[in-house]
């Protein structure tokens, strides 16, 4: 059985996303599919923990700047708007724009973290497209508490809880413990 894709223009994706019933939500354009992005309550708490200390981090050696999920690349053709990323200085040496959705350029790092609505072809779309512009990717499967690193030339990575992912040459002298990335289940209950 065959899955029929419809295919938009980018000129009717701009036109989708500026329809003023749609100024509140989050839309990706995806090999010419237009995209709803919607989250949820565990994905949104992992990908601002992530921000937090990636935020905390490239602040305090002055490396660029940490966007959320409300900001928006351009990535070859498309247009993503990942959970976290990080821009360089050298590539962004400005303050970010007020007044646009989606930078002209694709991120040095792209954070995605997976949600139930995500569909895996979408998916690795995404990250052909990021890796074939340079972007460092890290999928985060909170499911099963792993966070995968794609690197252009380089092997999938994956990182259980047990293990300590480095910045490697994007993000030298930063380390996350993957178990800090994912709440416990005392923390989810307050204890």
Known sequence: ????????????????????????????????????????????????????????????????????????????????????????IEKHPDTLPYNIGYLPMPPDLAVEVVSPSD??????????????????VWMVYPLARELEVHAQGQRVRIYGVEDTLEGGDLLPGFEMAIKDIFPTDSEAAGA
Do not use: W
């Open 1 to 88: 059985m065959f899955h029929t894709v419809e295919r938009h223009s980018l000129e009717a994706f701009e036109k989708v996303i500026s329809l003023p019933e749609n100024v509140d939500k989050r839309f990706e354009y995806i090999a010419g599919e237009i995209c709803e992005v919607p989250s949820n309550p565990l994905a949104s708490q992992i990908a601002m923990l992530i921000g937090a200390m990636l935020t905390i981090f490239v602040r305090q050696h002055r490396l660029g700047h940490v966007t959320g999920s409300d900001s928006g690349y351009m990535v070859g053709g498309d247009r993503y708007a990942p959970d976290v990323a990080f821009i360089s």
């Open 119 to 136: 569909e895996p072809r979408q998916r690795s779309i995404k990250i052909t497209n990021y890796l074939a512009a340079g972007t460092v």
